[in-house]
């Protein structure tokens, strides 16, 4: 019924940028907060940017000045910008999103598939 589809990962050098996309579709009411999560090999999944509805953001210390999470509500679509990338980001990168359903409006958090970032020189 819903569907979170993620774009914008690959591989790029130290110091680089990268825009990650997550578009989602279906059976949409309304989106609340949307985040955006990694995971490292052999580690935790890791929040890494939220916004509100209301376009409020939040952000650990680790990406903190580097990363930029937006939205266009009128798209359903989050972006999460990266700029001066490190290795230590590498991970795979899935977007998340709490919305309401029709038609009961059911409110459920979703994820996407997840999207691959890697750092490397």
């Known amino acids: 019924q819903v569907q979170l589809v993620e774009s914008g990962g690959g591989l790029v050098q130290p110091g680089e940028s990268l825009r990650l996309s997550c578009a989602a579709s279906g059976s949409i009411f309304t989106i609340y907060a949307m985040r955006w999560y990694r995971q490292a090999p052999g580690k935790q999944r890791e929040l890494v940017a939220t916004?509100?509805?209301?376009?409020?953001?939040d952000y650990p210390d680790s990406v903190k000045g580097r990363f930029t999470i937006s939205r266009d509500n009128a798209k359903n679509t989050v972006y999460l910008q990266m700029n001066s990338l490190r290795p230590e980001d590498t991970a795979v990168y899935y977007c998340?999103?709490?919305?309401?359903?029709?038609?009961?409006?059911?409110?459920?958090?979703?994820w996407g598939q997840g999207t691959q970032v890697t750092v490397s020189s």
């Open positions: 916004i509100t509805s209301g376009g409020d953001t």
């Open positions: 998340n999103a709490e919305l309401a359903t029709v038609p009961f409006l059911r409110r459920s958090a979703y």
